[in-house]
């Protein structure tokens, strides 16, 4: 596999492949990931849940999501590093501007902020300073009490009119990735038919430009893993063998199934 860089993935997604990301929080599994041949890697600000134990991503600070992108760093060479600017990180352009300074010194290639329009100003002025950005809508976890619970979002044709609006403002403002997230499959293709840039999915149907999971999940160790994840580990030999298969399904477009999409 060569590097992944911005452009590779505009251009697998110009010649309608797709790619796999994945969740990673450390050296041992970002090495998995690496000898995998995972496009992305995502420190996701679900280290809240899966490394710490808490029942939402909010507790998550800066600094943490900065000593698990050093570590996940020296584990991955190819696979392009993003991370989640966590909670309250980006609430002001000011905010932003200094916590993806910190996430980018310690090795994130990209930095991930959920949200929709009124981020427009943020991605702006991050990506005018060399900060790449990968935009994040649909189910955004760091919004739960807002939302009141992990639930399918957009399933209204005007909700899902304004996804649609808000995800090209992102790409507009100059976003160069979007991850999509637990959305009706029909809206999922609507996104990646939208927008330029590549849309990554998870839980949005298999029409999407690229697919990420939690590792967690897909490794069958979470709590209580959603249903539009996958235990690879289930019909695997080793934890090698179910990162793989997962990506060369990604690829293969065989995941996700019916049973995973909403
Ligand atoms: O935090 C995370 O792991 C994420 C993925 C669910 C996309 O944002």
């Known amino acids: 596999m060569k590097t992944t860089t911005i452009d590779n993935l505009k251009a697998i997604k110009a010649d309608g492949n797709k790619f796999a990301a994945i969740t990673a929080y450390d050296f041992s599994f970002a090495s998995l990931i690496e000898?995998?041949?995972?496009?992305?890697?995502?420190?996701?600000?679900?280290?809240?849940?899966?490394?710490?134990?808490?029942?939402?991503?909010?507790?998550?600070t800066v600094d943490e999501m900065a000593y698990h992108t050093a570590a996940v760093k020296r584990g991955i060479a190819r696979s392009l590093l993003v991370t989640d600017m966590p909670f309250m990180s980006y609430g002001t352009e000011v905010q932003a501007l200094d916590s993806a300074a910190i996430l980018m010194q310690a090795g994130a290639q990209m930095v991930k902020l959920e949200g929709g329009e009124w981020l427009a100003n943020t991605v702006y002025s991050l990506a005018e300073r060399g900060i790449p950005v990968c935009g994040h809508v649909g189910l955004t976890p760091q919004s739960v009490h807002k939302l009141g619970g992990y639930k399918v979002q957009g399933r209204e044709d005007a909700a899902a009119q304004k996804m649609l609006a808000e995800a090209k403002v992102l790409e507009e403002a100059g976003a160069d990735l979007l991850v999509v997230e637990c959305v009706p499959s029909s809206l999922g293709k609507a996104l990646a038919q939208l927008l330029d840039i590549p849309v990554i999915g998870i839980g949005a149907g298999p029409d999407t430009d690229a697919q990420v999971l939690v590792l967690h999940d897909m490794l069958g160790i979470s709590r209580k893993p959603p249903k539009f994840s996958k235990n690879y580990l289930a019909q695997a030999s080793s934890i090698q063998e179910a990162i793989s298969t997962y990506g060369n399904e990604v690829r293969g477009g065989v995941f996700p199934g019916p049973e995973h999409c909403f």
């Open 35 to 60: 000898a995998a041949e995972i496009e992305v890697t995502l420190v996701g600000d679900s280290l809240g849940n899966v490394i710490q134990g808490q029942d939402t991503t909010l507790p998550v």
